[in-house]
């Protein structure tokens, strides 16, 4: 099913700069009529263009901290990423009694199901014979799988996301307590999808998902103000950081966009068969080097020791319903013949013969290819490129 | 059947920084085409096992990629030498001629023509002191 993307366009005039444009890694923006247009099936919430735009042009955002007016108990999940921003438990213990202070009747750390969800990953790596499994916990890396190396589907791990498994517990714990609201903090534009709000994904078991450096000015104002006992799993705290997850000779760690396209492509090539898990951030730091987090990730990514010292919780005890789902299992949809395909590419190669080949984004196309192929589909003219229109024009 | 779609690449011996290149632009033209991800899967490997083997084990040599109107790719890999003594034994899984540096570069591992095989639809290789031929077909419609 094709889902709305979350990033949106806000600027009543463009400067053309075309950067969100060419920054895109699928190529899902485009500009038309000096707007930007966003196609909602090739976007990976990835938030490459909102950080491109220099005029603070595009956005995403979460659900408002009003929403827990409307249910009549409340949950607030938090993540490895968010906790990871404290330096000492001390700090965490802090930082939860101030998340609740928002109006939560329960704040949960979702660091068990995290690291439970790990070890399911390496269960699966050391099960499927000659597979290497990548891990799912990414919702980026697993749409830029779909998008860009569909022969890679069938190696991700089949698991839900840790905030779903959460939510599902928590469902099923509080079935008595009337309507029941969950809120999950996400560290990064990807997970703002992952709930019922505000993107109307309906599948999803958690309610709301709240944008971090949204709700933390509020968090800030309590954080002095009290505390709430925690401990933490280690292997969750793990999972969100490159740097300081446990490694064994057949895993593969990498963070970074450039750094996992090249993997990925090697991968596709048969050429890293020999690692067993490959776990993959597009973040710098990984999910501490998310952008809705208000830490710097080169700091912050050794707290996970300050956190762990004194007490430690094991990774959850979960049944096999709650974790494993098949959302990954995306079949060749496209229903054209392989002959229509044919047409299709040799037409384009005959438009992008004529087209000056910079991929400058002049025209608000990414590349002089997707030109050709809008030029092909009828929505676009050759005239339409500013180069071949400014010669003719010199011409005259 | 007709050639709808013909490309020629050259790969030059012991051209270690390049390696590769071949491969990925014809799993790049592939992909734009819209080739379901399962054949192309197959095609990315043989390829790349092909390419390697004409710059570690051979003087360089030629690749063409052909698809056709019936909905079938072949791909042929000529080198101009120095052929494979022993053809069976290179057929035999495991067993390699690679030069140390080439192992060390995390190539060599032995599987190279068998895998290559057990990819392709179809498999045709000859082979003299005056080159190696590959060709390798596969169904795609």
């Known amino acids: 099913m094709e889902k709305k993307t979350v990033v949106s366009y806000t600027l009543e005039h463009c400067v053309r700069c075309m950067r969100c444009v060419q920054m895109c890694p699928t190529s899902a923006l485009s500009m038309i009529d000096d707007k930007v247009i966003i196609n909602d099936g090739k976007c990976l919430n990835c938030g490459r263009c909102i950080r491109a735009c220099h005029s603070k042009g595009l956005l995403a955002s979460g659900s408002s901290i009003d929403a827990i007016r409307d249910y009549d108990y409340t949950v607030c999940l938090v993540p490895s990423a968010m906790i990871s921003s404290c330096r000492s438990l001390d700090e965490a213990e802090n930082l939860f009694f101030a998340v609740k202070e928002l109006g939560f009747d329960e704040v949960v750390d979702i660091t068990d199901v995290e690291g439970r969800v790990m070890k399911e990953t390496r269960f699966l790596s050391e099960h499927e014979e000659g597979q290497t499994i990548i891990s799912s916990m990414c919702p980026v890396i697993n749409r830029l799988i779909e998008e860009r190396y569909p022969m890679l589907i069938d190696n991700i791990a089949p698991l839900n996301y840790p905030s779903e498994i959460a939510a599902k517990q928590i469902r099923k714990k509080y079935q008595d307590k009337g309507k029941l609201g969950i809120f999950y903090c996400c560290e990064c534009e990807a997970k703002l999808p992952l709930a019922k709000y505000p993107y109307n994904n309906m599948e999803y078991e958690v309610d709301h998902a709240l944008a971090i450096v949204d709700i933390f000015p509020m968090i800030r104002e309590n954080l002095d103000k009290g505390r709430i006992p925690v401990t933490f799993c280690r292997e969750g705290l793990q999972s969100c950081n490159p740097t300081m997850m446990i490694q064994t000779q057949s895993d593969l760690i990498a963070d970074g966009y450039d750094k996992i396209n090249d993997i990925l492509d090697m991968t596709e090539f048969g050429l890293l068969d020999s690692f067993k898990i490959l776990h993959l951030f597009p973040c710098f730091n990984g999910c501490i080097g998310g952008h809705l987090l208000w830490g710097n990730s080169y700091l912050t990514k050794n707290n996970i020791d300050a956190l762990t010292y004194k007490w430690r919780k094991a990774p959850a005890d979960l049944i096999f319903e709650d974790m494993y789902t098949n959302d990954f299992n995306k079949t060749d949809d496209d229903p054209r013949s392989f002959m229509e395909k044919m047409t299709f590419f040799q037409k384009v190669n005959e438009q992008l013969e004529k087209l000056p080949g910079y991929d400058c984004s002049a025209c608000g196309m990414q590349t002089c290819r997707i030109m050709a192929e809008e030029i092909v589909k009828g929505t676009r003219k050759v005239d339409d490129c500013h180069i071949i229109h400014s010669m003719r024009e010199k011409g005259k | ?141």
């Open chain 2, 1 to 141: 059947m007709n050639s709808i779609l013909h490309k020629d690449y050259t790969v030059v011996r012991d051209d270690y920084a390049r390696a590769g290149k071949v491969s990925s632009d014809i799993k790049a033209t592939l992909s734009t085409i819209g080739i379901p991800p399962s054949v192309l899967r197959n095609i990315a490997v043989a390829s790349y096992e092909s390419e390697i083997n004409m710059i570690i084990h051979a003087w360089g040599g030629d690749i063409t990629m052909d698809v056709f109107d019936n909905g079938t790719i072949t791909l042929v890999f000529k080198d101009p030498g120095p052929g494979i003594p022993d053809l069976e034994k290179a057929m035999t899984p495991g067993w390699s001629t690679a030069s140390d540096e080439a192992r060390n570069m995390g190539f060599g591992a032995g599987m190279g023509l068998p895998n290559i095989k057990r990819v392709s639809d179809t498999f045709d290789i000859e082979t003299s002191e005056k080159g190696t031929t590959i060709t390798l077909g596969f169904t795609v419609a």
